[in-house]
């Protein structure tokens, strides 16, 4: 089966650094994304993995570990409206989607 | 930039009714669309994956006769939620793949109840 996990929920201060890690387990793997949503709304995509390392652009990085399965975002000089939903999802042959973690960003 | 138009944004249907969703690609072929449900406070769930012109591919739990779906031109794929029941409620949302493009590009979300 495909697995891909997220912790399900996060707290922030406002200004700070938070890391969003991603594991996964699928059959077949072409690349990752991260994307976030806001309740109600569409993902809005965030960054693309296809290669380990680390992915950066602006104040959101991304990396990835192939060999171990694993990715994450970081998100830095965290505002409030950093506050959504944030997904990681793996590029088979479809796009699978983690289970999701909501940020919560407090001043 | 791509983009996909999914209609409509919302829509309140009696039990029992169909309800069509449709997701067109504006400015590129969707030669793949993916369609998925979302739960509130849960991630996207891949329901089926459709290709122009042949019949779509529906994931493990995902009843093919309740949901229909139709891709028959490269601009325009078709969701049909057949005899609408109140636990069919939900987010959906397409993501349309076109050739060439590494990413996917989204349309917008249809918020179904069904009362």
């Known amino acids: 089966g495909q697995n891909i996990d997220q912790p399900t929920e996060m707290t922030a201060t406002e200004g700070a650094i938070v890391q969003i890690n991603c594991t996964y387990q699928?059959?077949?793997?072409?690349?990752l994304f991260w994307y976030q949503q806001h309740a109600g709304e569409a993902p809005t995509f965030l960054s693309y993995?296809?290669?380990?390392g680390l992915e950066e652009k602006g104040r959101f990085s991304s990396f990835l570990s192939r060999s171990k399965g694993y990715s994450y975002l970081l998100l830095k000089e965290l505002q409030m409206k950093d506050s959504a939903s944030y997904l990681c999802a793996v590029r088979t042959d479809k796009l699978i989607f983690g289970t999701g973690t909501r940020l919560q960003v407090f001043p | 930039g791509a983009v996909v138009s999914q209609h409509p944004s919302w829509v309140i249907c009696k039990s029992g009714t169909s309800v069509k969703i449709e997701c067109r690609s504006l400015d590129f072929q969707a030669t793949t669309m993916f369609w998925y449900r979302q739960f509130p406070k849960q991630s996207l769930m891949l329901m089926a994956t459709?290709?122009?012109?042949?019949?779509?591919?529906?994931e493990q739990g995902v009843e093919k006769d309740k949901f229909l779906i139709n891709h028959a031109s490269l601009t325009l794929s078709t969701l049909t939620v057949t005899s609408a029941h109140p636990e069919d409620s939900s987010f959906y949302i397409c993501s349309a793949k076109g050739d060439g493009h590494y990413g996917y590009t989204f349309g917008s979300g249809t918020r179904l109840t069904v009362v």
């Open positions: 459709s290709n122009e012109g042949s019949k779509a591919t529906y």
């Open positions: 993995n296809v290669l380990d």
């Open positions: 699928t059959s077949g793997f072409n690349g």
